[in-house]
């Protein structure tokens, strides 16, 4: 029957929903414009050595992450141990002799004070102790410079990172000034962007931006503004720091404020909504 019919075809109505409304108005606002850089390593070296020898171990590969003072390569330091403890001993047996200059020139001294030798034997007992003295300063000279050289046999690492590269192998020999390593410093790291000049000119150093990379949102400080303008986009390189161990060449992003007023409808914050991954 048609009563039966209208009260089935109610029970498949959709009930309408409550909502609140808002006024749209005209205003003006500032536009956020996008900028995208790339990371790149704050510090990174090419590790050489400081002596020549012969490469006996290797401690690190491609991709190890390294601290502070670890161990990085040892040379062959037979020869060097060797040249180390001749001199060691010939600075024992000069001090000997420095001493005993010494003590000679107290005695003829005193003989001298006492008119019992003459001015010639008193003077060559002081040249001789005098001359000593000098060759025991230029041997303790040479001691040290042994030594640091001996150390240079061991290669540490100056700071915490990774191996970028290797560029040598055990039983190589090596001269002084090759380089054995590239190593970079994981954190803090750089991001460098390209940017108009009103806002160069805007920004200052240390100013905090917020890095949009990779969907992380990161807070860095500005850390140098190169007063140099790419010559076809005429932007200036602008550096944030940001101290996260990321990747040299990934993508960054930054938003920037226009400083230009434009006029747009407004509507409360409240009525934006995320659907789907978009506002």
Same mark, same amino acid.
Request: charged share 25%.
């Given at each position: ?55 006996? !171990? ?9 601290? !502070? ?39 003829? !001294? ?170």
């Amino acid at each position: 029957t048609p009563a039966i019919a209208d009260s089935k075809a109610s029970k498949h109505e959709k009930r309408a929903s409550f909502v609140n409304t808002s006024t749209v108005t005209k205003g003006d606002v500032f536009s956020l414009n996008n900028y995208n850089g790339t990371l790149f390593f704050k510090t990174k070296s090419n590790l050489a050595t400081r002596t020549e020898g012969l490469v006996k !171990k290797v401690y690190f590969d491609e991709g190890s992450l390294i601290q !502070k003072g670890d161990l990085l390569l040892e040379l062959d330091d037979e020869l060097s141990k060797l040249s180390l403890e001749i001199k060691k001993a010939s600075n024992q047996a000069l001090q000997a002799q420095t001493d005993l200059s010494q003590s000679e020139l107290t005695r003829t !001294k005193t003989l001298f004070q006492k008119k019992r030798i003459s001015v010639k034997e008193y003077e060559l007992a002081l040249y001789k102790a005098q001359e000593l003295q000098a060759k025991l300063q230029q041997s303790h000279f040479e001691l040290e410079d042994l030594t640091l050289k001996h150390s240079y046999k061991k290669i540490v690492a100056p700071y915490d990172g990774v191996i970028l590269k290797r560029y040598t192998q055990t039983a190589q020999w090596l001269k002084q000034g090759d380089m054995i390593a590239t190593l970079a410093q994981t954190a803090p790291m750089e991001a460098h962007f390209f940017i108009p000049t009103h806002y160069f000119e805007k920004l200052t150093l240390n100013d905090t931006l917020d890095i949009t990379i990779d969907k992380k949102i990161y807070t860095g400080k500005i850390s140098a503004k190169i007063p140099l303008a790419n010559q076809s986009s005429r932007t200036f390189n602008l550096k944030v720091a940001l101290n996260a161990p990321l990747i040299e060449g990934g993508a960054a992003a930054i938003k920037l404020t226009s400083t230009q007023r434009q006029n747009a409808l407004l509507v409360p914050r409240d009525t934006v909504i995320k659907r789907f991954g978009k506002n």
